[in-house]
């Protein structure tokens, strides 16, 4: 590397400079307070951990998108953590064990070898809360209720719509269908990419009975506004474990739109995102302004027996970078006050005093010195020193 570039940083690593950083940490309280506030505690996992705990139950996209190191120490395989959240349900698992409800936040950088999207950096700083032992539509409206918080904390002004999914539908479906493991990587891929001319011939190649490959067919397109449930109600009428889902993301959307009545809603049952990790619901809100999801999460209640102790759990994660921009907070150099550059006793009180009442006071190291943002002083009048315009 030639040295002008050596103070480049690499692609799609992004950091934080005055006055931005300083807006990124008040965000992260407000976020850190809002969850403390809801009874959720904090916890602050490791940046590296054995790569074994960090892939724990996370599926192969995750293991893609972490990166991976040696440790000299033990020659075991360490990696850089790409996600907060199996993290947490370690530490829920192995080190708390609390029996009950357990209520967990976090906020803190995660690396990722390829960036999530076109807009998103490859060093998020991730901020999310977990709530594990309860399996319950309860825990679901609580979480998300709480994601949809954090978007008013943090102040994004836009009209919120909440795309909610079932991953439990789709299971149901496959398991009647049979298919291979391969076939089921397959049949996923073309669901996801929206490979709908694919996706039809993948399905006329299957033995499949009629009333089976009829739903599976109509599956892509069940997506929309709250009549795309009425319409999968009454295709899946009788298919009771199908049925169960429509009707829980029904209930559960009821409930969230009596909490946060200017919610919108959109449905859509072919939604597998995080289909190796999520178990149940599955949710991300968006906003006009944005192409991609500002926050996401889902149920994930297998994780805790991948970790040796099964517990129901859910969750949400967001990008408090990403909140950050779409929030449009502008960053602004911080009003302080000019302290002279002589030393004296009174003087130093007064600095200490100013500063303690909350004012961001730079005392000059010599007479020349003009911080940036300075529009007081401290000058001495009558023998005392008091605040004054510049």
Known sequence: MALADRWLLPEGIKELLPPEARQAELMRRRLLDLYNNWGYDLVMPPL?????SLLTGTGHDLDLNTFKLTDR????????????????????????????????????????????????????MQAGAELYGHAGIESDVEVISLMLETLNVA?????????????????????????????????????????LTEYDAFLSELSLE????????????????????????????????????????????????????QTRFYFDLAELRGYHYHTGVVFAAYTPSFGQALAKGGRYDEIGQDFGRARPATGFSTDLKTLLDVAGVKAKIEPSVLAP???????????????RQGHRVIQALDESERPAGCDRQLVKINNEWVIQAL
């Not at 590296?48 to 074994?52: Q, R, Y």
């Not at 739903?215 to 009425?230: I, Q, S």
Request: net charge negative; with cysteine.
């Open 155 to 195: 102040g994004i002004s836009d009209p919120i719509t909440l795309d909610l999914g079932h991953v439990a539908l789709f299971n149901a479906l496959i398991a009647k269908a049979k298919l291979s493991a391969e076939d089921k990587s397959q049949f996923i891929d073309f669901l996801q990419r929206k490979a």
């Open 341 to 355: 550059s002589v030393w004296s006793a009174d003087l130093h009180e007064a600095i200490e005093q100013a500063r």
């Open 73 to 124: 120490l033990s020659g075991h395989s360490l990696g850089v953590r790409a996600d907060i959240t199996p993290q947490v349900a370690r530490i829920d698992a192995h080190r708390l064990r609390t029996e009950g409800p357990s209520r967990l936040c976090y906020c803190g950088s995660v690396l990722h070898t390829h960036a999530a999207n076109m807009l998103a950096t490859r060093n998020p």
């Open 48 to 52: 590296v951990e054995h790569l074994e």
């Open 210 to 261: 009629a009333s089976l490959r009829e739903r599976l067919a109509v599956l892509p397109f069940l997506h929309g506004t709250v009549d795309v449930l009425e319409k999968a109600a009454g295709l899946f009428e009788g298919w009771s474990e199908e049925s169960e889902a429509i009707q829980y993301l029904s209930d559960l959307a009821e409930l969230i739109r009596n909490r946060f009545p």
